[in-house]
């Protein structure tokens, strides 16, 4: 990467983070703060997919770690330090994977293969989802054996987790593929030379 | 829309906790969660909670405030409680409410892990609340400078946060402003069927994806004419220096912690 596009990469990562605490905070309109122990539909992830599928993965692990971050500097639900660092720093970091399909969705855009990138996109998606999913699952199991030491923890885990998270990533896809014909396309272009 | 978002509980404020060095905050409230979990009957239950208790008046936030900004775990603290009640089955029976059981072990264990997890929240609720988040972000610089040194980019890392820190409240505006300026052409995206919400949203989203992109490319480019090229022989201009008053606090949190560890069982 040449010092003028790092730079560039550092600042956007930083400010799509912030864009993500933001877009974090507005999500109750979408089905309001039901699940009452942290986490919520949220399209808080939909900056961090972007860099990912901008970036590639380092874009998208960073800004997810910093969305992890910046949500425990703003005060976070930590129950438990395990729960706290799986459930902030793990998680969503891990939303970031996405990126490893950076490439084909690139291309995809570039080359006006509209089929190809949705497909990656969908992909990548789901798969940060399903990543962040099971941290939160785990750190569930962490911080329900701890407090309430249940039997019931892993399906209670499972549907509480799984719930939100699901809507959360069917959310990104839909707004993904509405939103990224719709940004200017030099944003997207491949830019393999570049980095 | 941005009068009922609260960023972040920093409650501006001068009292000793306020002024403490930010990393001593950070070390201690780490030590004290970690701790937490070692108590292991009233008396060092006792200890540990005088000293959160010690720390939260010397905040000179108002308790009434700190409890309020605890408000959604309250549910979760009643719920362990009520939870042990029904599962624990050690000691003897006190009460039998309809056939069921209630054990004095129950009462005892469930008011235990209801006061470790008060304790844990209230400690790390007092960090947010009497330290800004730059300061936080600086002192986990300093904190973690030593990593720079097995080359993890702990400069580029606390640099990253400040600027997003920075630009959270810029974004809000900007949200604001666009969602007014849509919604004046008619979006509506509060109310209706959750697929038209989606919908509406989007023209939202769209030109301010494009302006962080801008913004981006601005910040960047000022940085540049600026010739910033990484942490090397880069100046702060937030210095942290440990204080008297500091140490005193340090030594203070030693002492609890060595009465702590004497009256574990």
Request: proline share 4%.
């Amino acid at each position: 990467m040449t010092n003028q596009s790092k730079v560039l990469f550092l600042v956007e990562v930083a400010i799509f983070s912030a864009f993500a605490i933001l877009l974090d905070e507005l999500s109750g309109f979408l089905t309001g703060r039901f699940w009452p122990q942290g986490g919520s539909v949220s399209i808080g992830m939909l900056p961090v997919l972007i860099m990912a599928f901008r970036w590639g993965l380092k874009g998208g692990l960073l800004s997810g770690l910093l969305f992890g971050g910046l949500q425990i500097l703003l005060g976070a639900s930590i129950y438990h330090p395990v729960q706290g660092f799986i459930d902030y720093f793990f998680a969503f970091t891990l939303v970031g994977v996405a990126g490893i399909f950076a490439k084909q969705v690139k291309d995809g855009i570039t080359n006006g293969n509209g089929t190809k990138w949705i497909i990656y996109v969908i992909l990548g998606t789901i798969l940060g989802g399903f990543l962040r999913f099971l941290c939160h699952f785990i750190a569930g199991i962490v911080f329900f054996a701890s407090f309430a030491g249940d039997q019931n923890v892993v399906i209670y885990s499972l549907v509480y987790n799984g719930g939100y998270m699901t809507l959360s990533t069917l959310f990104c896809i839909i707004l993904l593929i509405l939103l990224i014909p719709a940004l200017p396309k030099k944003y997207f272009f491949a830019m393999t030379a570049r980095t | 829309m941005s009068n009922s978002v609260i960023i972040g509980q920093y409650v501006p404020g001068h009292s000793p906790i306020h002024r403490l060095d930010p990393r001593m905050k950070i070390a201690i409230i780490f030590i004290f969660v970690i701790v937490i979990f070692l108590a292991n009957n009233w008396v060092s239950y006792s200890i540990l909670t005088a000293f959160a208790l010690l720390s939260t008046i010397s905040t000179r936030i108002a308790p009434s405030f700190i409890l309020k900004g605890l408000k959604p775990v309250w549910f979760l603290i009643i719920f362990t409680f009520i939870l042990h009640l029904v599962v624990t089955k050690e000691g003897d029976v006190l009460i039998s409410v309809l056939n069921f059981d209630i054990y004095s072990g129950a009462i005892w264990k469930g008011l235990e892990i209801s006061l470790r997890f008060f304790l844990l929240i209230l400690m790390t609720s007092l960090l947010t609340l009497t330290t800004t988040p730059i300061s936080i972000t600086d002192a986990i610089e300093s904190l973690f400078h030593p990593l720079n040194k097995i080359r993890f980019p702990v400069h580029e890392l606390a640099l990253m946060m400040s600027i997003s820190l920075r630009f959270i409240p810029t974004l809000m505006q900007e949200t604001d402003k666009i969602s007014k300026a849509q919604a004046s052409r008619g979006v509506d995206f509060r109310t209706g069927p959750i697929k038209e919400r989606i919908k509406a949203v989007v023209p939202l989203l769209v030109p301010l994806f494009v302006s962080a992109f801008k913004r981006a490319e601005e910040l960047a480019m000022a940085m540049e004419a600026r010739g910033y090229n990484g942490g090397e022989g880069r100046t702060k201009f937030r210095e942290l220096k440990l204080k008297k008053a500091d140490l005193f606090v340090l030594i203070f949190f030693i002492l609890v912690l060595i009465g702590f560890w004497i009256s574990r069982s």
